[in-house]
């Protein structure tokens, strides 16, 4: 099925047929992951929390972040008592 991309106010929108929502399961107000595959396919996800999907992700983004010098270091070198 082709869909059209449609001006929404500031934004685009596609209107998603009320068949393909009952399939999925989805309804008006349901959050949804949206991601773009290597082929530049758009997927939509139902948003369900996973605690150990977030502490993963948090994980990985701890991981990628550069190590610096501690923050209480640099206070107490340039503090005045």
Known sequence: ???RIS???NSLA???????????????GDQVQ???T???AICFHPAKWNRRAFAQE???I???LPM???????VRREARY
Not at 68 to 74: A, H, I, L, R, Y
């Open 1 to 3: 099925m082709n869909l």
């Open 7 to 9: 001006k929404w106010g």
């Open 14 to 28: 596609v209107c998603i047929p009320a068949d393909y929502l009952r399939h999925s399961g989805l309804s008006e």
């Open 34 to 36: 949206a991601s773009v």
């Open 38 to 40: 290597v082929d530049g």
């Open 58 to 60: 948090l994980a990985n």
């Open 62 to 64: 701890r991981d990628s």
């Open 68 to 74: 610096g010098e501690s923050v209480m270091e640099e």
